[in-house]
């Protein structure tokens, strides 16, 4: 009877993690003390959230079903990754990260992809809240049958 | 003489339907970011009324499939060949939406009239 209000907050968690991942992107534009590799600092990686639909009931005969009716059960994050693309490198002689050249290697974080990806939360964010809504009325509507 | 009318079973179908359909769409918009999601269509209308096709036919041989008896029950379905966006994903929010805003308007007429059937029901029995 609340599968369709558990997908909607499933997907509402999921958004939430997105908007709080780009948060962390954003707070750590300039880390350059990311993670200790080999006894060098290496700077903030930038992290992304995968997801993919979720299949409840772990069972064959769920599967059998699922495969036959392609039923889903909302979203589920499927793990965070980091964006592997190459840091920006800055000529910064000063900084104590900087290497022998006086070069500082900074995170591969661009505010903007990450200003995106926070209005994209945001969007989908308020349009599951919308269907919670409706549905909410939908089944309080129901309670009303018999009632008058 | 049965106490309900199959017009209270016909509501009730409808409900269901309806439910099916808000389940769906909520699937739907709560996969709206998730790459190659393809968006699902719930299908329940075929089951209202006396719509079904009943064919006269006959079966000659076990392995024969059946014609008319059993008839589909609600069902939802993949286009597979739809994308709307880069990563493979096919929900069209605007489109979803708008189903919903349609979804929720029909399951309150039905709402509405199952009420009504009720009502009449009682006042039937209250014998006034």
Sequence with gaps: MFDGMNATASALTAQRLRMDTASGNMANASATRGRMVDGEWEPYRRKMVTMAPQENRPSFASHLQNAERENTEGVQV??????????????????????????????????????????????????????????????????????? | MALFSSTIDQLHNGLDGAELRQNTIANNIANADTPNY??????????????????????????????GEGHREAYTSVDRSRSYNHNGNSVDMDKEMAEMANNQIYQSALVDRMDGQFGNLKTALGGQ
């Design chain 1, 78 to 148: 499927t793990g965070i990754v980091e964006d592997q693309t190459p840091f920006q490198t800055m000529h910064q002689p000063g900084h104590p990260d900087a290497d022998e050249d006086g070069n500082v290697e900074l995170p591969n974080v661009d505010p903007l992809k990450e200003m995106v990806d926070v209005m994209g939360a945001t969007r989908s964010y308020e349009a599951n809240v919308t269907v919670f809504d409706a549905h909410k009325a939908m089944k309080m509507n129901a309670m009303e049958i018999g009632r008058g």
């Design chain 2, 38 to 67: 393809k968006a699902r269509k719930a299908s329940f209308e075929h089951m209202l009324g006396d719509a079904r096709q009943q064919f006269d036919s006959q079966k000659t041989d076990g392995r024969h499939v059946d014609f």
